[in-house]
C-alpha cells in the first residue's frame, strides 16, 4: 500500500503524541474531543462540565469498550463539586453507520442510558437486528487489514426501539438538523455504507466525518498503529459503492473545513488540511479506489 494524500505534522489539530496512543482523550476544538479505541475513534460533543444531557457521543467504538467511553463521559461531562466524575449519559448516540467497529458496545450504552440512536434511515437495517452488511473485500488495495478483513463482524446490532431516523429538512446538501446538537446538521455522505452520514457545524466549519473521509491508511497494520498523517478515502475493505464515495468525497472537500476528526485517524485541521482534501478529491479515482 502507498500513501494517498499525506499531510504534514504542522496539520494536526490537537497536541496528541506522534503515535496517538490508545487511550487518552484528545482535544480538537473546546467542546469536540475524540479518543482513539484500537483502531477507530469515537468523539464526545459538548462543553466540559456540560452535565448530562447536554452532550452527545459520536458512535461506539469497539466491544469491551464501554468503560473507557464511560470514562470520558464522567471525567469529561459531569458537572463539578459532588458530581464530579459520576455517571452522565448523554443526550443521545450519533451513528455515522452500523460497522462493527462504530456499533460496538452500541446496545450496551443505549440500554444503560436509556437514550435515542440516531441514524440515517438507510441504516436502519444493521441496527434494528434485520440485515447483515455484505461481506468485505480482503482483495481490496492489500495491507494486513485487508487481508484480515474477511473475519471481521457484519452485525447486525439490534437498538430496537430506540433508533430513531436523521430527518431532512429539504436544504440542497440533502441533510438536516441535529436535535441534540443546535447548529450542527447531518449531511448524507454515503458510499461506504448506503446510509452513512457525516456531521457539520458551519458556524466554525467543523467536519466529523465518519469513515467518508479518514485520516490515515485504514489498510495497513503499520499505519493504524502509528497513525501517519494523509488524507485518505474510506476504508476499502467495506466500502461497496464507489461512484457514491465519490461524490461524497468531493461534498465534504466542497465544505472547506477548518477542523477536521475522522473515524479513523487523527484530527486534522487548517490550509494543509484542506488542500489534502481537495486533492483527494479531485484525484479519488485515481488514489482512493482500488484497482479491479
Given at each position: 500500500?502507498?500513501?494517498?494524500?499525506?499531510?504534514?505534522?504542522?496539520?494536526?489539530?490537537?497536541?496528541?503524541?506522534?503515535?496517538?496512543?490508545?487511550?487518552?482523550?484528545?482535544?480538537?476544538?473546546?467542546?469536540?474531543?475524540?479518543?482513539?479505541?484500537?483502531?477507530?475513534?469515537?468523539?464526545?460533543?459538548?462543553?466540559?462540565?456540560?452535565?448530562?444531557?447536554?452532550?452527545?457521543?459520536?458512535?461506539?467504538?469497539?466491544?469491551?469498550?464501554?468503560?473507557?467511553?464511560?470514562?470520558?463521559?464522567?471525567?469529561?461531562?459531569?458537572?463539578?463539586?459532588?458530581?464530579?466524575?459520576?455517571?452522565?449519559?448523554?443526550?443521545?448516540?450519533?451513528?455515522?453507520?452500523?460497522?462493527?467497529?462504530?456499533?460496538?458496545?452500541?446496545?450496551?450504552?443505549?440500554?444503560?442510558?436509556?437514550?435515542?440512536?440516531?441514524?440515517?434511515?438507510?441504516?436502519?437495517?444493521?441496527?434494528?437486528?434485520?440485515?447483515?452488511?455484505?461481506?468485505?473485500?480482503?482483495?481490496?488495495?492489500?495491507?494486513?487489514?485487508?487481508?484480515?478483513?474477511?473475519?471481521?463482524?457484519?452485525?447486525?446490532?439490534?437498538?430496537?426501539?430506540?433508533?430513531?431516523?436523521?430527518?431532512?429538512?429539504?436544504?440542497?446538501?440533502?441533510?438536516?438538523?441535529?436535535?441534540?446538537?443546535?447548529?450542527?446538521?447531518?449531511?448524507?455522505?454515503?458510499?461506504?455504507?448506503?446510509?452513512?452520514?457525516?456531521?457539520?457545524?458551519?458556524?466554525?466549519?467543523?467536519?466529523?466525518?465518519?469513515?467518508?473521509?479518514?485520516?490515515?491508511?485504514?489498510?495497513?497494520?503499520?499505519?493504524?498503529?502509528?497513525?501517519?498523517e494523509e488524507v485518505h478515502?474510506?476504508?476499502?475493505?467495506?466500502?461497496?459503492?464507489?461512484?457514491?464515495?465519490?461524490?461524497?468525497?468531493?461534498?465534504?472537500?466542497?465544505?472547506e473545513p477548518e477542523t477536521?476528526?475522522?473515524?479513523?485517524?487523527?484530527?486534522?485541521?487548517?490550509?494543509?488540511?484542506?488542500?489534502?482534501?481537495?486533492?483527494?478529491?479531485?484525484?479519488?479515482?485515481?488514489?482512493?479506489?482500488?484497482?479491479?
Open positions: 500500500m502507498t500513501s494517498q494524500i499525506p499531510v504534514p505534522e504542522a496539520a494536526r489539530a490537537d497536541e496528541s503524541p506522534a503515535d496517538l496512543t490508545p487511550g487518552p482523550v484528545h482535544e480538537a476544538l473546546g467542546d469536540v474531543a475524540y479518543r482513539r479505541l484500537g483502531i477507530v475513534n469515537v468523539a464526545f460533543v459538548g462543553a466540559p462540565g456540560c452535565g448530562a444531557g447536554n452532550w452527545v457521543l459520536l458512535d461506539a467504538g469497539l466491544p469491551g469498550t464501554a468503560d473507557r467511553i464511560r470514562e470520558v463521559a464522567a471525567e469529561r461531562f459531569a458537572a463539578g463539586g459532588t458530581d464530579a466524575g459520576a455517571p452522565c449519559p448523554p443526550a443521545a448516540i450519533l451513528m455515522t453507520h452500523g460497522h462493527f467497529d462504530h456499533v460496538g458496545v452500541l446496545e450496551e450504552l443505549a440500554a444503560e442510558w436509556d437514550v435515542p440512536v440516531l441514524a440515517h434511515p438507510a441504516e436502519a437495517p444493521f441496527l434494528t437486528g434485520r440485515e447483515s452488511y455484505p461481506p468485505p473485500d480482503p482483495m481490496a488495495g492489500g495491507g494486513l487489514v485487508n487481508l484480515s478483513s474477511a473475519l471481521f463482524p457484519r452485525g447486525p446490532v439490534d437498538v430496537g426501539d430506540r433508533l430513531r431516523t436523521l430527518e431532512t429538512d429539504g436544504a440542497p446538501d440533502g441533510g438536516g438538523p441535529v436535535p441534540p446538537l443546535p447548529g450542527w446538521r447531518w449531511l448524507p455522505t454515503p458510499g461506504h455504507t448506503p446510509g452513512h452520514v457525516s456531521f457539520w457545524r458551519p458556524s466554525d466549519r467543523t467536519l466529523l466525518s465518519g469513515d467518508a473521509v479518514i485520516s490515515t491508511e485504514q489498510e495497513s497494520a503499520y499505519a493504524v498503529a502509528t497513525q501517519r478515502g474510506p476504508p476499502m475493505y467495506f466500502t461497496p459503492d464507489w461512484s457514491a464515495a465519490a461524490a461524497s468525497a468531493r461534498k465534504l472537500a466542497a465544505l477536521l476528526v475522522t473515524g479513523h485517524g487523527r484530527a486534522l485541521a487548517g490550509p494543509a488540511m484542506r488542500s489534502a482534501l481537495r486533492e483527494l478529491a479531485d484525484r479519488f479515482e485515481e488514489v482512493a479506489v482500488p484497482a479491479g
